[in-house]
């Protein structure tokens, strides 16, 4: 049986079976085999199970002493004891260091060292020490970006589009729906700014590994759902700012979740609302992030200013901001009924350009969008018709170019006939054809749902795959807020 001893060797019985007198130092283990003992009864020393381990390089290395005529081998068994791999000992060895590498074994396995063979007409005895091993193990990060295989990262939707701030309460967010809903985002690239670069944050999705986040941040709690992600594969700074606060009067608190790896590091700062300098920057450490503003009479941003040297990542969620600032403008209450925020009102102006009922004979402000095998159109008796044939496939109304304050919604009354179907598409602040969906009615009425982050909307007809000919009809397009109200 193998035991722990920490007992003092002789250094003649060193010398006599190594021929040096270096011996273990403190505790080590000892096998001491008696005469006439065979190999098959022999205890072996292993090792916990080890769930799962990457591919990478691996090293065990042990040092050992043997004493008598005995041989070791050091395996990776499964949990049954059956041999994965062994490599055997050499005796000339001993007592140096003697490193190991097992190439095959990866889950569910253990590592032993036992007798390989002994000369059971004498004693023998080996002396195991310094036992070490390295390796990569699955809930190991391979890099400061490994928090799990079904982390990924898209364009974040919210956009700085000058929306009012009425409370302190306004500027909270959760990143969920891509931040679509959060008063924050970036300023443009083409911006000229000294301290403010033009990296991207993005919108990280789930679920993570909690395994390899904690290995990498020290953390135990992961984000839940979507969060906010600047990402630097060579160094470099992001910055996520709010929209304009008027003033900070009391108790103005920034909360948030925060976890950074790599040489990612963040900090809380004001900006003035006509510079783009940052101003009284707090630094943050991961975990949970309380952030005191001062007072402040003029107006200012609050921004998020995250910098790496070299590659990291900062990722933060659940954005809480409280206190008293400074409301935009005095509201006036006309009615209990009737009154609401500005800031949930879509402005007008896009719904004078987005809204049209073909009285004119054309399609107001919306354009025809020509490409390969476009079907011909034309506007009358306040409707919009497009004709569809094999030769002429598609067809796309594509509304002019607009700025929205807050999600709204844009009806079109349709009828489709034949072999044509609808998709409503739109773009986003970021990315042309954001998203599309079909319209899976022949005739009614409909809505696409626009995002603050949304630019343009396209009406699409197309001819199915097998279909000869049909038609598109559009005779109302109708712009209002999200309780179907409308807007001009």
């Given amino acids: ?82 041999d994965i791999e062994c490599v055997p000992i050499p005796r000339g060895s001993s007592p140096a260091n003697v490193k190991l590498t097992f190439r ?8 032993i060292i036992r007798v390989s063979s002994l000369n059971s007409d004498f004693d023998n005895m080996v002396i195991v020490d310094d036992i070490s091993y390295r390796a990569t193990l699955c809930t190991d990060a391979l890099s400061v970006f490994d928090i799990g295989d079904s982390f990924v990262s898209t364009p974040m939707l919210s956009l700085l589009l000058s929306r009012n701030v ?3 309460q306004d500027l909270s967010c959760d990143f969920s729906k891509r931040a679509s809903a959060c008063l924050w985002g970036m300023l443009n690239q083409d911006e000229d700014s000294s301290d403010i670069a033009s990296n991207t944050w993005t919108v990280g999705h789930g679920p993570l590994n909690d395994e390899k986040l904690y290995s990498l941040t020290g953390i135990s709690e992961i984000p839940e759902g979507e969060f906010g992600l600047a990402k630097f594969e060579t160094g470099g ?91 935009p403008t005095a509201a006036k209450q006309f009615s209990s009924k009737t009154f609401r925020p500005t800031a949930d009102i879509p402005d007008p102006n896009v719904c004078r350009l987005l809204s049209c009922d073909f009285h004119l004979g054309h399609a107001c402000l919306y354009e025809s969008s020509q490409v390969s095998n476009s079907a011909m159109h034309g506007v009358a ?5 497009a004709f569809l044939t094999r030769s002429k496939r598609v067809f796309i109304l594509e509304s002019p170019q607009f700025r929205l304050n807050t999600v709204a919604r844009l009806h079109f009354d349709y009828r489709l006939q034949g072999d044509a179907n609808l998709f409503i598409c739109n773009d986003s602040g970021t990315k042309e054809l954001e998203s599309c969906f079909k319209v899976e009615g022949r005739e009614g009425n409909d809505y696409i749902e626009l995002l603050a982050s949304d630019t343009k909307v396209y009406i699409i007809s197309r001819l199915s795959e097998t279909g000869k000919s049909g038609s598109l009809e559009v005779s109302k397009i109708v712009f209002t807020d999200t309780s179907d109200q409308t807007i001009c």
């Fill in 104 to 111: 095959k074994a990866t889950k569910n396995f253990m590592i």
């Fill in 237 to 327: 700074s992001a910055v996520l700012l709010s929209e304009v606060v008027r003033c900070a009067l009391d108790n103005v608190h920034v909360q948030f979740k925060l976890w950074t790896t790599g040489t990612a590091k963040i900090k809380v700062c004001l900006v003035e609302e006509s510079s783009p300098s940052l101003l009284d920057c707090q630094d943050a450490s991961s975990g949970d992030v309380v952030v005191d503003l001062p007072r402040i009479r003029r107006p200012f941003r609050v921004a998020f200013s995250a910098e790496a040297e070299d590659q990291g990542m900062v990722l933060i969620d659940d954005i809480i901001v409280t206190g008293q600032i400074c409301p």
């Fill in 166 to 168: 009425h409370t302190a």
């Fill in 1 to 82: 049986m193998w035991r722990r001893s920490s007992s003092a060797l002789p250094s003649p019985l060193l010398l006599n079976a190594t021929g040096t007198t270096v011996g273990p130092r403190g505790g080590y283990a000892v096998l001491y085999v008696e005469q006439g003992t065979q190999k098959k009864s022999l205890d072996i020393l292993r090792s916990d199970p080890i769930t799962c381990q990457s591919l990478t390089e691996n090293e065990f290395t042990f040092r050992f002493w043997e004493f008598g005529q005995i041989e070791l081998e050091a395996c990776a068994v499964d949990l049954m004891l059956k």
């Fill in 381 to 385: 008796n306040r409707k919009l018709n």
